[in-house]
């Protein structure tokens, strides 16, 4: 998964709690990105982060936040404002090698409300 | 709003056949690239095509580019029941690596 992990890989959360998703990378990356993705759909961007202390809104941040004290960490919190949590959530760190940007996404978590 | 539009939603095919997707998207692109996803993983990047770039292969992976009709094909051939996954395209159009997803083609390759 490209030296990125993703803890837990099932959690489950009752309606109204706020949750935190872990993302952790080694890759010494600076950038890094959340993305959300619901039964049979695409990734949607959720924030990104280009740089330590830094982050940006993606498509559909709204009941979301994000934090990056460290460069190798880009937790996510689903606060009770999300109206439809239940999803499959997937952190990725861009990969740059001359002018090609690839991403490695790490393993995911699962986010069942119940 | 999507970027790139998948078709087909789904590809059924028989081992040592060849699966074909296609991905088309609205705006320039920088690039274009496609990923695998395996039922509830994460993504694998396969291969990525630069908006100069008309054909590229990896494998048994050909994919080309027409960035006149603003689409792509990903070509597999030989398919293997091990190729059964879901493969997405995914568009670059900044300058720093932010990539918009499809919505995916879930191929299923019988033995």
């Known amino acids: 998964d490209g030296g990125i992990t993703q803890s837990p890989k099932y959690l489950f959360r009752k309606e109204g709690q706020n949750v935190t998703l872990s993302c952790e990378q080694n890759?010494?990356?600076?950038?890094m990105y959340w993305y959300r993705q619901d039964p049979g759909q695409g990734l949607r961007l959720i924030y990104y982060?280009?740089?330590?202390?830094?982050?940006q809104k993606g498509d559909i941040a709204e009941g979301y936040s994000v934090s990056r004290e460290k460069k190798e960490s880009f937790p996510l919190t689903v606060t009770s404002a999300q109206k439809n949590p239940t999803a499959f959530y997937l952190c990725?760190?861009?990969?740059?090698?001359?002018?090609?940007?690839?991403?490695?996404f790490g393993p995911g978590t699962r986010l069942t409300v119940l | 709003s999507q970027q790139g539009e998948e078709d087909p939603q789904a590809l059924s095919i028989q081992e040592g056949e060849n699966a074909t997707m296609n991905c088309s998207y609205k705006t320039s692109i920088n690039n274009l690239q496609w990923y695998r996803q395996n039922s509830g993983r994460g993504l694998v990047h396969l291969i990525l095509?630069?908006?100069?770039?008309r054909e590229k292969h990896s494998g048994r992976l050909r994919v080309t580019l027409d960035t006149s009709k603003k689409s792509s094909s990903l070509l597999i051939t030989a398919s293997r029941a091990a190729d059964t996954a879901s493969y997405f395209c995914?568009?670059?159009?900044?300058?720093?690596?932010?990539?918009?997803f499809g919505q995916g083609t879930i191929l299923t390759v019988h033995p």
């Open positions: 982060s280009q740089i330590v202390n830094d982050f």
């Open positions: 995914a568009t670059d159009t900044t300058s720093y690596g932010k990539l918009t």
């Open positions: 095509i630069r908006s100069n770039e």
């Open positions: 990725a760190n861009p990969w740059s090698s001359g002018a090609q940007d690839t991403q490695y």
């Open positions: 890759l010494n990356h600076d950038a």
